[in-house]
C-alpha cells in the first residue's frame, strides 16, 4: 500500500478525487490501491524549556542550549492548563498505523521549506524508517497533479532543504526563548517582553521610522515659480535655487523679467521596461496600495486561490520564470481575449513578440512566480476577484512592450535660471493594462509642456513665490514595510537590486505576513489608518534592545542567507555554533538591561 500525506485536509481530498478515491475513512480516505492522509499545519513543534529540565524563568537556566532538540505535540489551552492537543494526538494515531502499513510513503506536503519541515517532524517522531518520495508542484490542478505524480522526486534529494528548515526553526527557538526571558527577568517580571529573531529586528525598524517622523523639524525654504505663455498655453517653471529667507526669495521675484528666454531645450525619450512577475511579496505589497489588504489577508485568499487551482504556489519568492513555463504563456494570456478588463491587451499580446524580462530560470527558487493557471475562475468574492485579477493583469504586463515616454526639460532665464518638466507617454505598452497613472509623475509640475524651440522668448504671464518645507520620511506601511523587509531595511527602489538582496532580507516571502501579525498580537504594535505605528510597549522594548545585536536587520538577514546556503549543502554544524554563540552573547546582554518603568 502506498500511503500519500498531504498538508491538510481538502488538499488529501483534492488529490484522491484526481486518483479516483473516494472511501473516506476517520482521518483519511482510501481507493485505487492508495491511501491519503493529512496533517493540519504543524503537528510537531521543538519542545518547551521544562521538557530539557529547564524549569520555570531561572536566570540559573540562562542560556538554554540543548544539546539535541526534541519534538512535541502541538499544545492547547485548556481549563486544566496547557495540553497535547487532542485532535493532533488522534492524527498522528491515524498516521502511525497508515505508516506502519505502508509499503511506500508519497511526501504531499506544500513543496517548500515549510511543507518539508511538517512532514519531516511527523516522519521522525514516529520513528519511521519506511522509504518515501516527493510530490514537488507549482500548481494545485488535475494535470500539474498527475504530472507530479508521474515525475516523483527522490526523498533525499530534499534533505537540505530539511536541513535549513531545520536549521531555522532551532535559531528561533534559541533566540525567542533565551532573549525573551532574559528581557523579562530583567524587567523584574512586570510582563512577558518577548522576542524574536526576525521579529526584533522587525520592530526596530517600525520603532526607528516612528521615532525619525515623529522627531523631525521641517526646514523652511523658497523657491519662485513663473509661468511662461506658448501660443496661449501656460506652464510652471520652478526656481533652480532653493533660498532659506523670504527676502531672498522675493529679491529673485522682482528681478523676474516680462518675457523668459528659452536656454536649453532637452526631449528624450525613454523606454521603461515591464515588471517583473509578481511573488508573494511583491503581490502582498500591490494589494496593500491598490486595496488596503494586509500582508496577511492577501496570502490567505492566494492560497484559497491556489487550493482553487486558480493560480500556481503562492509561498514563491521567485519574480521568474524558466522556458518551459514561458512556452506556455502565449496559451495561457489567449484565455483572458474575452476577460472584461485585460481582453483588449490580451488581443493585443496574441501573436506579437513577447517581453522575456521575467524568464530566467538560473533565479527561478523552488517555484516560479505567481501565474494564473488557465481554469476558469467562478463565484470568486469581489476579494479574490480581485487579487486573481492582480496576478493575471502583471502577467500582461510582465509579457507585454515596453512603455515609451517622452521625458522634456526646458531651461529658461529671467533673471534667474528656471527648469520646467513634463513627461507624455507615446505609447503606452505595458502601462495600458491598468491604465495606471506613473508614480513619477505626481512630483511633475507639468502633465504635458508646449513645443519649444531654444532662445525663443516667452511672455511671463504671472509669477509667485512658493513656500515649501523638507519633509519626513513616512511612517511604515505594509507595503512598504515588506519592501523594506526584501532588503534587511536598506531603501532601494531599483526593482533588479532588490531582487539581489533577497537572500539577505529578513524573514522569507512566507513568513513576514505572519511577523507583522505577531508584533501586533503581542501588541507591540497597531495599525492606525494604512500605517504601522509603534505602541508605548513597543517603544520600551525598542529602547533596551536598539543598539543590540538583536535588533540589526543586517545581522538577521545575513542569517536568512545562510540558510539557504545550507540548501546548497554548507555546513549545519557552523551555523548552529554561531548560533549558540549569539545566543550566549544576546542572553547576557539582556540580562544586563535597565528596563524603562513604562514597560
Not at 492560497?303 to 512556452?327: C, M, W
Not at 512598504?480 to 523587509?485: E, I, M, N, P, R
Request: hydrophobic content about 35%; some cysteine.
Amino acid at each position: 500500500m502506498k500511503v500519500i500525506i498531504a498538508e491538510k485536509p481538502s488538499v488529501a481530498r483534492e488529490i484522491a478525487r484526481v486518483f479516483g478515491a473516494s472511501t473516506k475513512r476517520e482521518g483519511y480516505i482510501e481507493g485505487k490501491g492508495y491511501t491519503f492522509t493529512w496533517a493540519f499545519g504543524h503537528l510537531l513543534q521543538l519542545a518547551p524549556p521544562q521538557e530539557y529540565g529547564f524549569y520555570g524563568w531561572n536566570v540559573q537556566n540562562l542560556p538554554m542550549l540543548p544539546q539535541k532538540f526534541k519534538l512535541s505535540i502541538r499544545k492547547v489551552k485548556t481549563k486544566d492548563g496547557v495540553v497535547d492537543d487532542p485532535a493532533v494526538r488522534k492524527q498522528l494515531d491515524v498516521i502511525k498505523k497508515l505508516f506502519d502499513e505502508a509499503d511506500e510513503i508519497i511526501v504531499a506536503t506544500d513543496a517548500g521549506r515549510e511543507g518539508e519541515l511538517i512532514f519531516r517532524y511527523i516522519y521522525y517522531h514516529l520513528k519511521c524508517k519506511k522509504p518515501f518520495r516527493r510530490l514537488w508542484i507549482s500548481s494545485q490542478t488535475d494535470a500539474a497533479i498527475k504530472d507530479g505524480f508521474r515525475n516523483l522526486k527522490p526523498g533525499n534529494d530534499y534533505d537540505t532543504l530539511f536541513y535549513s528548515a531545520h536549521c531555522r526553526s532551532q535559531s528561533d527557538w534559541l533566540v525567542g526563548m533565551n532573549a525573551t526571558q532574559a528581557l523579562s527577568l530583567a524587567s523584574g517580571n512586570r510582563a512577558v517582553l518577548s522576542l524574536g529573531r526576525v521579529q526584533t529586528p522587525t520592530l526596530a525598524m517600525i520603532c526607528a521610522r516612528y521615532l525619525e517622523n515623529k522627531n523631525f523639524v521641517p526646514e523652511l525654504y523658497y523657491q519662485v515659480a513663473i509661468q511662461p505663455d506658448k501660443d496661449g498655453m501656460t506652464f510652471r517653471a520652478i526656481s533652480e535655487k532653493k533660498y532659506k529667507t523670504k527676502e531672498e526669495a522675493q529679491a529673485v521675484l522682482d528681478r523676474v523679467e516680462a518675457d523668459a528666454l528659452v536656454l536649453s531645450v532637452e526631449a528624450k525619450p525613454r523606454k521603461e521596461p515591464p515588471p517583473l512577475l509578481h511573488d508573494l511579496s511583491s503581490l502582498q505589497q500591490e494589494a496593500n496600495k491598490r486595496k488596503g489588504f494586509t500582508a496577511d489577508q492577501t496570502l490567505a485568499i492566494l492560497q484559497n486561490l491556489y487550493e482553487g487551482k486558480l493560480v500556481t504556489y503562492p509561498r514563491t519568492g521567485s519574480r521568474y520564470i524558466g522556458d518551459d513555463v514561458f512556452a506556455e504563456v502565449p496559451d495561457l494570456i489567449a484565455k483572458f481575449e474575452q476577460h472584461a478588463m485585460f481582453g483588449k491587451q490580451a488581443t493585443l499580446l496574441s501573436g506579437v513578440k513577447l517581453s522575456k524580462r521575467s524568464v530566467n530560470a538560473k533565479k527561478v527558487t523552488d517555484h516560479h512566480a505567481v501565474l494564473p493557471t488557465g481554469e476558469t475562475p467562478r463565484n470568486l468574492s469581489a476579494d479574490q476577484q480581485a487579487v486573481y485579477d492582480m496576478v493575471a493583469g502583471r502577467m500582461l504586463e510582465a509579457f507585454h512592450q515596453d512603455c515609451i515616454k517622452e521625458i522634456t526639460k526646458i531651461v529658461l532665464q529671467s533673471g534667474e535660471k528656471y527648469l520646467a518638466s513634463g513627461t507624455v507617454i507615446q505609447t503606452p505598452g505595458w502601462r495600458a493594462v491598468f491604465n495606471d497613472k506613473e508614480d513619477d509623475k505626481k512630483d511633475e509640475e507639468n502633465a504635458s509642456l508646449p513645443k519649444v524651440l531654444q532662445d525663443e522668448l516667452l511672455p511671463v504671464r504671472q509669477k509667485a513665490i512658493l513656500d515649501k518645507q523638507t519633509k519626513p520620511k513616512p511612517l511604515y506601511n505594509e507595503a512598504s514595510l515588506l519592501k523594506a523587509l526584501e532588503t534587511a531595511g536598506k531603501d532601494i527602489d531599483d526593482e533588479e537590486l532588490r531582487e539581489a538582496m533577497k537572500d539577505s532580507g529578513l524573514g522569507t516571502p512566507a513568513t513576514r505576513a505572519a511577523i507583522i501579525e505577531t508584533l501586533i498580537k503581542r501588541q507591540y504594535i497597531i495599525r492606525e489608518k494604512k500605517n504601522l505605528v509603534p505602541t508605548t510597549t513597543g517603544l520600551s522594548v525598542y529602547e533596551v534592545v536598539k543598539n543590540r545585536r538583536i535588533a540589526q536587520a543586517e545581522l538577521t538577514g545575513s542569517w536568512e542567507k545562510r540558510l539557504e546556503e545550507i540548501r546548497g549543502g554548507a555546513s549545519v554544524t557552523a551555523f548552529r555554533e554561531e548560533i549558540n554563540s549569539y545566543t550566549r552573547e544576546i542572553t547576557g546582554e539582556l540580562l544586563k538591561a535597565v528596563i524603562p518603568q513604562k514597560a
